[in-house]
Nanobody
Framework: QVQLVESGGGLVQAGGSLRLSCAAS????????MGWFRQAPGKEREFVAA????????YYADSVKGRFTISRDNTQNTVYLQMNSLKPEDTAVYYC??????????????????WGQGTQVTVSS
């Protein structure tokens, strides 16, 4: 049973920073891609960032490139999303996701098999 548990969300002012964590358990993730998605009220879930677990290669949505950084700690089986220079439009529920294989650039949410419960990020102006 794969489990993904997010933490680290909260309320922050525009220009501030937050770091989200996703603790993964239940299987070996060495041949996996981990991703972060977000969903704002009334909007579709959108891709934010992804990382190839074994190679460490990363991919970002244009809207967060240069502001967000995805990383992983193999020893802790944890994926992070460091979010800097936050904007009000970054407000959303952020979800951690995982899929088998190495298709880093396949960012459609339907390609991901496992999901966390989500954590709220609110950026005030």
């Amino acid at each position: 049973q794969v489990q993904l548990v997010e933490s680290g969300g909260g309320l922050v002012q525009a220009g501030g920073s937050l770091r989200l964590s996703c603790a993964a358990s239940g299987r070996t993730f060495s041949s996996s891609v981990m991703g972060w998605f977000r969903q704002a009220p009334g909007k579709e879930r959108e891709f934010v960032a992804a990382i190839n677990w074994s190679a460490g290669t990363t991919y970002y949505a244009d809207s967060v490139k240069g502001r967000f950084t995805i990383s992983r700690d193999n020893t802790q089986n944890t994926v992070y999303l460091q979010m800097n220079s936050l904007k009000p439009e970054d407000t959303a529920v952020y979800y951690c996701a995982a899929k088998s294989g190495t298709r880093l650039y396949a960012t459609n949410s339907r390609t991901f098999n496992y999901w966390g419960q989500g954590t709220q990020v609110t950026v005030s102006s």
